[in-house]
């Protein structure tokens, strides 16, 4: 049955009416218009629809939309401030980190979940954090290598 | 399912394998009749020679219609200066938008930026064949450079009419045309303004050489590279057009099932749903997801299952059950390879097989569909878009001409987005809807099920060397894999090589690389068996039976990076190499590969791959193809293999059929040789074709063990 859920994305508040037990990634795509977000497998097995959730990646093909409300979510969508990228997309941008690019909003979450724990990760570590994200077009050097430049950038920022 | 003989054989050298279409709906002629077909707004669409050129004959014949000649079918050059590139490639992850951009700016001398491409649209492009076949750089590229060669030309005698000078003497470039003598200068979009779009292009215009050129050539970014960081970019996964219900279709549970029980009436009674059962055909389109999948568990329907052959006796079913070869290309023999093995020092006679996998691109199949007064708009991911449209247009009995198929930029295909599937499925629901857009996404396990496979094979190769390591035989035979990158490049006086066509078991057809990696796979692997018959270093065995310059090249410029022949520093290190050559292009793979025995575990350490394709169009695309095909290729290479039994699929899932991650990307280093001599060709294919015999032979060199399997992972244990 259809029930009035209340959600926060992206800084915004949302009331949506759906079954409580459909993936939040539907009600993110096919609801709200929020398409930076991909389908990819429905398993939780590739990452192409992961978000942040609360702060932490989750993958929301796997996440009950009853299992978003009362805490905040942010899609890709939500990255961008004051028409500035987020330095994890900067990076990803400055280093031509993708080819089809459809991986490539799952990949930029998965990074800045990771960042935002760890701002000094090892090369494994990374390596650790992306190996749910499924990259098809063999871009995974240079996404490790945005994901460094990023990390670099962030910590000189923040000094 | 209405499907020719034809459609059960594999078109074995072609560039593309032709899927029939899965489904053929029974409209009425009353139905085609309610069609009534004001012309689309159709710009300029056209049809050219060189493309068409890719494809034979297949259900649908050529299109005999006019080549393209009038300019404005190709480039466009407006008021504001904007330059518009029409082409109906599609740009699938590979960067096309940005390299023929590049192409246009470098020919007709104006900025990269001022300049874009409107890629793979039916109603606004030129006729092209289809996305494929590493054809896009060696066809499109020069196609595109003489009209913009030819429009430039046209540009330069309008100014020198309009100053009643002679045209030699004036310049084009930076978006204008100027006349050193005089200084003054007119830029295209004034020249542009009138009466440009009737011109015909001479036939054959001079374009630049590589060795001039300044916008080709350059590592410039991927085009609208901003939209896709931030999610903006609309795939076809991601339109939601006004109105627009979702579809979904009930499969059958296995391949070859037919519909025998069909029962709606519970479905029937849900509000705003859609039903469609057409034949064996049989969905349901709603405004939510949810409401499309309630409605399809509602229906009561029976199916008829027929035996089908499973994974465990593929190999033996297609070594039974070779055709006699219909055709004289299929067996390319010279000299006596009888008389080869007698005079050999040493022979090997060797089977290779090579399993069934899959594309898996990330953004699944997918189309959305709509009627208009009898006219079919179809948004989808296709590296065919005309093929679509073609088939669209015989299925639903309308002309092409009401027919549109428009590509977004998609989500990868690797050549395996060729067939109609999910457009026609979209369109026949979209039938039914009353005029609503209509969006299909098929699952993850559709995709692994319902798309189409590369080719599983078997190859067996019987072959003799003299004792100085010169090869005296070579006879090489293919089981249905397919005939690219068949012939072998090494010198051989005896040879035969024939590929033998199988009936298909699986749905198959391209896929990056076609055959090119399952022959080079069993070719290289054999000459690695036979160096070490001989007591020879496999590179030096490879160079003393090879005279072309260029693989020559590949080999010796990869051997200097890798440090070829090394030295092991620890037991169970191992280094293999392999080569290679198809469409025009060249590959040398270098692999280290650690072997552990104690813990039974093998690691790929580093692959160094030297690749060259004539003159480099953009070195950061092309960087991305080389490395991209070198690690998709570690998939088919090591683990990548559809299981298959009683017509279902065993492991249509991610969790199940296991893709390159992270973690199975060992340190790589991609060598780009730019032969500004030689005319471009494509990059998209040759560099993953030596990734598995390269692995491979680096096994054996550690283990001396030899892995004759792909993929080589499960063969792995044997170590033990």
Known sequence: MATSLELEINGRKYSVNYPPDTPLLYVLRDELGLTGTKYGCGEGMCGACTVLLA???????????????????????????????????????DAGAFQCAYCTSGMIMSSVSLLQSNAHPSAEQIVQSLQGNICRCGTHPRILEAVQRAAEKMQGASK | MNRTEE????????????????????????????????????FAVAKNVSAMQETAPGPHGFHPEELAKEIGAWLHIGE???????????????????????????????????VRMVLADTALTPFDAGTFGSRTTPTMTPQLRKVAAAARDLLVEKAAKQWNVAAEKLVAGDGKVSDPA????????????????????????????????????????????REFVTGGHHYTTDLRPEGMLYGKILRPPSFGATLIAYDDSAAKALKDVVLVRDGDFVGAAAPTVAAVEA??????????????????????????????????????????????LTAAAHKLDASYTVAYIAHAPLEPRAAVAQWTDGKLTVWMGTQRPFAVRDDLADIFHVPEKNVRVIVPDTGSAYGGKHTSDAG???????????????????????????????????IDVNSGIAADGKLTAWEFHNYHSGMSGIE????????????????????????????????????????????????????????KNLADPRMRAVLETGAKAFGWPRQKNADGQGFGVAAGYEKGSYVATFAEIFVDRKKNSVALKKLVEVFECGAIVNPDGLRHQVVGAMIQGLGGALFESIQFEKGRISNAHFSSYRVPRFKDVPEIEAILLDRKDIPS????????????????????????????????????????
């Not at chain 1, 989750?58 to 961008?80: D, F, H, M, N």
């Open chain 2, 424 to 458: 026609l499925e979209a369109a026949r629901l979209a039938r039914a809807a009353g005029g609503r857009p209509v969006k299909l996404v098929w699952t993850r396990e559709e995709e692994f099920t319902w798309a189409y496979f590369r080719p599983a094979g078997v």
């Open chain 2, 295 to 340: 409605a399809l568990a509602l229906l009561d329907v029976k199916w008829n299952e027929v035996p089908q052959i499973s994974d465990q006796e593929i190999y033996s079913y297609l070594k039974k059950n070779a055709q006699p070869s219909k055709e004289a290309r299929f067996r390319q023999a010279k000299g006596s390879v009888e008389e080869g």
């Open chain 2, 488 to 543: 072998t490049p090494y010198a051989v006086t005896n040879q035969i090589t024939e590929y033998h066509q199988v009936p298909l078991v699986l749905r198959s057809g391209s896929y990056r690389g076609l055959a090119a990696t399952a022959n080079h796979f069993a070719r290289e692997t054999h000459m690695d068996s036979l160096a070490n018959a001989s007591s020879m270093d496999p590179l030096e065995f490879r160079l």
């Open chain 2, 80 to 114: 504001d200066g904007t330059v518009t590139g029409f082409a109906g490639k599609a740009e699938i992850g590979q960067n096309v938008r940005t390299s023929l951009a590049q192409t246009i700016a470098d020919e007709l001398g104006v900025a990269f930026a001022s």
């Open chain 2, 681 to 720: 060709a494509g990059a998209g294919e040759t560099p993953i074709m030596a990734i598995a015999p390269a692995i491979g032979n680096a096994f054996y060199d550690a283990t001396k063990v030899r892995l004759t399997k792909l993929p080589l992972q499960p063969e792995l244990h044997l170590l033990g």
């Open chain 2, 182 to 225: 005089s200084g003054k200068s007119l830029r295209y979009a004034e020249l542009a303004r009138e009466d440009f779009g009737g011109q015909k292009p001479p036939a054959e215009d001079p374009v630049k050489p590589a060795a001039q050129w300044t916008i080709a050539g350059k590592p410039v970014a991927k085009v609208d590279a």
């Open chain 1, 55 to 93: 702060g932490t990646a989750r993958r929301s093909c796997q996440i009950p939309v009853s299992a978003a409300i009362s805490k905040p979510i942010t899609t890709i969508e939500g990255l961008e401030k004051n028409g500035a990228l987020h330095p994890v997309q900067q990076a990803f941008l």
């Open chain 2, 7 to 42: 459609s059960f054989l594999l078109e074995p050298e072609r560039y593309e394998f032709r899927a029939m279409p899965m489904h053929q709906f029974a409209l009425g002629r009353r139905d085609f009749f309610k069609i009534f077909g004001a012309g689309l707004a159709v």
